[in-house]
Structures are given as structure tokens and as C-alpha cells.
């Protein structure tokens, strides 16, 4: 079976973690392994032979058969819904991949690591500070990430543990409601946040830029409005522009 096929994927776990997003686990027997930062694409086959298919990205990394997703709900979606709301334990899904080549991180002498995150464009970064903490690379990295209100963070207290244990630089930014003595703004990032919370250009960082469209365009340009090279930002993104 190569990357190309479809595979059988049984759900092992799924986990509430905001108000709309659930971490769902599944076991894909033959799964090769896969990157930090890589995805795959699930298909969803209705009773009447209707299928639909989105792209998910990875939470996990390395080898193993056992797969991990965050999915955020959107309320309109086809498939979003179901993944959130009905998709039980034992449930099976098909999956393909490891899909993607250019957002992927792999242990290495690129430089300090910059990682921004819109929303659920947090997992793919997830699964680059897990491997880049398992590699003995966390004091080099320093996530962003940006979110409406702290239930709404995917990861959250991961996060704070790889914080405060593992010396990954985590820094947050409230777009709509901050915790009670939150010391900063509420808004947008901007470049002020980006000057403060990230690696200085001349750190030579390579930065990793997860989120809705308009958020990852937005800080890229202002990333290279502060000196940082087009060549050093890698991005993804998803939801219209």
C-alpha cells in the first residue's frame, strides 16, 4: 500500500478540548509514519454514496500506526460537524497520507524556531514542538498563539506544561476576552506583538505560519515589514481568503 491508497482508519479516542474542537486518535493499521507539520485527507461516505473529503492536519509525528487529529467545528461544514459532534470510539474513517513536503520540520541546523498559530492552526505546530522537545530543541523554540478567548485555545494545557517544563517560549494573543489579570491588549496581532513575542531577525529565525488565510497573510507581511526574509517563512492556511 503506498501514500497514494486509502486506509482504513478506526477511531480510538475522541476528546472534547474547547466548546468546538475535539482531539480524535485513530489507529490506521500500515500507517508509514509521518513528519511534524504534514496532513492527511479523510473521506466521508454517506448511506446514499455520497462522499466528501477535507484535509486535516497532524498532531502527531514519528512512527506508529496511531494517528492524531484536532478538528475545529464549523458550524456550516459537511464534515467538520459530524467530526465534533457524532464521530464515536470504533467508528472507522478513511484516511490518506502522510500528505505535504514544505511544512514540515525535521530536526536540524535551521536556526531558532518562530511557530505562529491562528486558532486550529495550532496542530501542525503541535506536533513541531512535541518532536522539537523530543529532540532536545525546545529552548530554541517560541510559539504565538493567537485565539478568541483562552476556551477556545486546542493544546492549552500541553502547552503551558511544554511551557513551563519543557522551555518552549509560549506566547498568547486574546483577539476577543483575555483571562481575569491578563497583563496585555486584547486584539489583533500586529507587529507590535510580533516584535515582542518573536525571534529578532537577526536570530535568522525560520518561522512556521498556521491559520485562516487572512491571519496567515497578514502576519507574513508584517513579518517581512520587520526584516524577516520571504525565503524564512513558511506558511499554511486554510478557509477562504
Not at 504534514?38 to 473529503?53: F, I, K
Not at 472507522?92 to 514544505?102: C, D, I, N, Q, S
Not at 483562552?150 to 517560549?169: F, K, M
Amino acid at each position: 500500500m503506498t501514500v497514494g491508497d486509502w486506509r482504513p482508519g478506526r477511531v480510538v479516542a475522541a476528546v472534547d478540548v474547547t466548546p468546538s474542537a475535539r482531539i480524535l486518535r485513530l489507529q490506521v493499521p500500515g500507517w508509514p509514519g509521518n513528519d511534524a507539520g504534514q496532513h492527511v485527507d479523510l473521506r466521508l461516505t454517506a448511506e446514499d454514496g455520497y462522499q466528501a473529503v477535507r484535509s486535516y492536519s497532524l498532531g502527531s509525528y514519528g512512527p506508529g500506526d496511531t494517528i492524531e487529529l484536532a478538528v475545529d467545528e464549523i458550524p456550516e461544514g459537511e464534515v467538520s460537524p459530524y467530526l465534533v459532534r457524532d464521530v464515536l470510539p470504533g467508528d472507522e474513517l478513511e484516511v490518506k497520507g502522510p500528505l505535504g513536503a514544505y511544512f514540515v520540520w525535521r530536526a536540524g541546523g535551521e536556526g531558532p524556531l518562530q511557530l505562529i498559530a491562528g486558532g486550529s492552526g495550532i496542530v501542525p505546530l503541535m506536533a513541531i514542538v512535541r518532536a522539537a522537545t523530543d529532540a532536545g530543541a525546545a529552548a530554541s523554540v517560541r510559539l504565538l498563539y493567537s485565539v478568541r478567548t483562552p476556551e477556545d485555545a486546542i493544546y492549552r494545557d500541553e502547552l503551558a506544561a511544554a511551557a513551563t517544563d519543557g522551555g518552549v517560549g509560549v506566547a498568547w494573543r486574546y483577539t476577543r476576552a483575555a483571562p481575569e489579570g491578563w497583563p496585555g491588549a486584547v486584539g489583533r496581532v500586529d507587529e507590535a506583538v510580533l516584535r515582542e513575542a518573536t525571534w529578532a531577525p537577526d536570530r535568522a529565525p525560520i518561522f512556521y505560519v498556521c491559520g485562516p488565510t487572512g491571519f496567515v497573510e497578514h502576519v507574513a507581511d508584517a513579518l517581512v515589514r520587520l526584516g524577516h526574509p520571504p525565503a524564512r517563512i513558511r506558511t499554511e492556511r486554510f478557509g477562504g481568503a
